[in-house]
């Protein structure tokens, strides 16, 4: 079992910056590939980002086509960690935003994933 909490949300305005973070339990995050999903008020849970690593380094990451260039996932083998940077925010990027799991290769499928946060606000002003 892995347990995921997530953290970093908050109110920003558009341009800015936020680091969210996912701390898990359970299990060593080398066994896993984490990611994240958002889900805005009336829409569909969508993919954000999700990453494998081997070893320390990240070998395999992806990202939705609306966040590439902006936002940023990276893990803390110390903490048992993975991060979200998101710069240059868009109104666009309000959404409740979730920490993912799986065994296997990142994946963009939401039903792909088996271990989920409980999400944390990002909440972007214009």
């Known amino acids: 079992q892995v347990q995921l909490v997530e953290s970093g949300g908050g109110l920003v305005q558009a341009g800015g910056s936020l680091r969210l973070s996912c701390a898990a339990s359970?299990?060593?995050?080398?066994?896993?590939?984490m990611g994240w999903f958002r889900q805005a008020p009336g829409k569909e849970r969508e993919f954000v980002s999700a990453?494998?690593?081997?070893?320390?380094?990240?070998?395999?990451?992806d990202y939705a086509d609306s966040v590439k260039g902006r936002f940023t996932i990276s893990r803390d083998n110390a903490k048992n960690t993975v991060y979200l940077q998101m710069n240059s925010l868009e109104p666009e990027d309000t959404a409740v935003y979730y920490c993912?799991?799986?065994?296997?290769?990142?994946?963009?499928?939401?039903?792909?994933?088996?271990?989920w946060g409980q999400g944390t606000q990002v909440t972007v002003s214009s």
């Open positions: 993912v799991a799986k065994r296997g290769r990142a994946t963009m499928g939401k039903y792909d994933y088996n271990y």
């Open positions: 359970g299990r060593t995050l080398t066994e896993y590939t």
């Open positions: 990453a494998s690593w081997s070893g320390g380094t990240t070998y395999y990451a």
